[in-house]
């Protein structure tokens, strides 16, 4: 057997502290997980169960890099958001056991086509022009669990060119980390390399040519994107 076409490049997210890589294999986004970000885009917070969004794994972008503006937006957004790294799969898990299946912990940016998002719910179509497009999904290094323990609480803070924009705590999800893998591998078997994007605070805006945008969360340091021009 031959491939038609060579076989696309594993993509990947780096471990702090080491220059070994994890593979990823699918990105989950938990939509709306922060009370205050609900009622910021016209939803009730009330804890009605989660609903999830996909990215492909050949959206991720490393600390550091440079994000081109991307088409068909004029309203391109940030979104801080803590990262789970699921290191051991499985299925129907419990809420008691999840966090048994975490490898570790990242720091996220959920970059949003806003527009194209909200365009979409207003007609009931599916988000994925909104927020599965290419370069869409910073991630940070991941901290083994072996050496941050499991993130509860602490700052999850986003400034835009040394302005803060977004300051939460952990604590404030609705749906905490063991709940959310719990929901999801109950509809969704989970695999070593599933990326899990938890939810952003309230505080979501836009993003222009030139900005500077910092993400960090208590213990697990901090990324930085530049937007560059239009593609």
């Not at 078997?189 to 805006?205: E, F, I, Y």
């Amino acid at each position: 057997m031959a491939y038609v076409f060579p076989p696309a490049p594993v993509s990947t997210v780096a471990v702090a502290g080491s220059d070994d890589r994890i593979p990823v294999r699918r990105i989950f986004c938990v939509g709306r997980n922060y009370a205050a970000h609900a009622r910021e885009m016209g939803r009730d917070p009330d804890r009605e169960p989660p609903f999830f969004f996909t990215k492909p794994a050949d959206a991720v972008v490393m600390d550091g890099e440079t994000v081109a503006y991307p088409p068909e937006t004029e309203n391109f957004h940030y979104e801080a958001e803590l990262v789970v790294v699921i290191g051991e799969g499985g299925r129907n898990i419990s809420e008691s056991e999840a966090l048994s299946h975490v490898w570790g912990y990242a720091v996220g940016n959920d970059l949003t086509r806003r527009d194209l998002q909200l365009l979409a719910r207003e007609q009931g179509r599916p988000w994925d022009w909104g927020k599965a497009f290419d370069r869409s999904a910073v991630i940070g290094p991941v901290h083994p669990v072996a050496e941050v323990g499991h993130p509860a609480k602490g700052s999850i803070r986003l400034g835009v060119n040394g302005t803060v924009r977004q300051d939460a705590d952990l604590a404030e999800l609705i749906w905490s980390v063991p709940e959310v893998i719990s929901i999801l591998s109950h509809s969704i078997a989970l695999r070593p390399g599933d990326l899990v994007m938890t939810g952003t605070p309230a505080g979501v805006g836009a993003l222009v040519p030139g900005d500077v945008c910092v993400v960090e969360i208590d213990g697990l340091g901090q990324i930085t994107t530049t937007i560059g021009p239009r593609e």
